[in-house]
């Protein structure tokens, strides 16, 4: 099996190393190869997503992303992130899910990943004024429904499906494709929630929510949210899937320039992703398993500066893969 490892900008270079480790000392078969995207390609290749980037991603068992976006690139009409988009869109992993767990909360945001606001037309009119539109064909709702309702199906059986549907026509078209779904699960329960609702519900009872399914946007704004009141953007991982064809499993953070070149990034999101790499993208749950064991492990013993202490991202890494590889560390 090959995995591609995709370091990209900032933090992201940091906490990819960690990620490097851990992969090393849980499936030592593994072949990983390392390509450029973002800011750091732009640079390089002058394109935020070099073709030999793009293929050996379409080649791959599985796809690892640090993070995309630092630096100025204005001159270049293009950004590190229109990478990352090319990317999502091109390996078409429209069910982007995002678990936070912490305490009593366990919940699991799936977000629509290739359409909606962030892939509709865009432009200036000759008046100046410039727009950006939100569209939706069904099939693109239905698929990422079905996919929240199977996922509904493996936890406690609830979908909240979030919306604006008291303004949106894409949003109506949401809520009625969700109801056309729900009949095809009949042991799911689902509701529906306006999206600034569930804004404020995730801050008051977050451990209230089973599965989010909602629209990109949304999703992208309600995930930070959901991160904040479980343990932090440190702690967030992400699984993009598609139906037949390679995953793309990064952090929900981006670059964090506040606290780039430290070594003081908690590097857990990133091995999160790693965990459900393995779980998703390569079927290895059992070795995802050990993965989150490690993590919990080494985060109660020595966490980052994010979760109070201070541990550095590299220090972190070596001492989860130490766990794995069941050397030079104790649970003492
Ligand atoms: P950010 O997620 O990079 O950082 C937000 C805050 O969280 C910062 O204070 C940061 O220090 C903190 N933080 C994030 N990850 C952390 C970690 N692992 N450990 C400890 N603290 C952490 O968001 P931003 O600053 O708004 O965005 C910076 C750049 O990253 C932008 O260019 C944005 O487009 C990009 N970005 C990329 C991705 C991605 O590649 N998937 C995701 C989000 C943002
Ligand atoms: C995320 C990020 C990206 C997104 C940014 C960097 C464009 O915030 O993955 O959550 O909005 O999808
Ligand atoms: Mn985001």
Redesign the pocket.
């Known amino acids: 099996m090959n995995v591609v490892l995709l370091p990209?900008?900032?933090?992201?270079t940091e906490?990819m190393a960690q990620a490097r480790k851990v992969l090393e000392a849980v499936l030592p078969g593994l072949t990983l190869t390392e390509h450029r995207i973002?800011g750091e390609a732009m640079v390089h290749d002058g394109d935020p997503l070099p073709a030999a980037t793009l293929e050996a991603c379409r080649n791959s068992d599985g796809v690892l992303?640090?993070?995309?976006?630092?630096g100025d690139y204005a001159w270049s009409g293009r950004t590190?992130?229109d990478g990352?988009f090319t990317l999502r869109r091109t390996l078409d992993v429209y069910a982007n899910l995002r678990p936070f767990r912490s305490g009593e909360i366990d919940m699991l945001i799936v977000r629509e990943l290739v359409g909606g606001l962030y892939f509709g037309e865009r432009g200036t009119r000759p008046d100046g004024t410039v727009f950006d539109t939100l569209e939706y064909h069904p099939d693109q709702v239905e698929r990422l429904l079905r996919r929240a309702f199977a996922l509904a199906g493996t936890r406690r059986g609830r979908v909240t499906s979030v919306d604006k549907a008291n303004v949106l026509a894409t949003s109506r078209m949401w809520r009625e494709t969700a109801e056309r779904v729900a009949l095809d699960f009949p042991d799911v329960e689902l509701d529906h929630l306006l999206v600034d609702t569930a804004a404020m519900r995730l801050v008051q009872d977050p451990a209230g929510f089973d599965v989010i399914a909602t629209e990109n946007t949304f999703g992208d704004i309600l995930s930070?949210v959901a991160a904040a009141m479980a343990g932090?953007?440190?702690e967030a991982a992400s699984a993009s899937l598609t139906d037949d064809g390679p995953g793309l499993f990064?952090?929900?953070?981006?670059?964090?320039?506040?606290?780039a070149g430290r070594d003081?990034?908690?590097?857990?999101?990133?091995i999160r992703s790693v965990a459900m790499l393995l779980e998703h993208g390569l079927g290895q749950p059992d070795e995802a398993a050990r993965v989150e064991a490690a993590l919990e492990r080494v985060a109660a013993r020595t966490p980052?500066?994010?979760r109070g202490g201070s541990a550095t991202t590299s220090a972190f890494g070596d001492a989860v893969a130490g766990e794995l590889l069941g050397v030079g560390v104790s649970d003492a």
């Open positions: 990209g900008d900032g933090i992201g906490v973002g992303m640090g993070a995309v976006g630092a590190p992130e990352m930070d932090g953007l440190g990064e952090p929900v953070h981006g670059t964090a320039p506040d606290i003081i990034a908690n590097p857990t999101a990133m980052t500066a994010d």
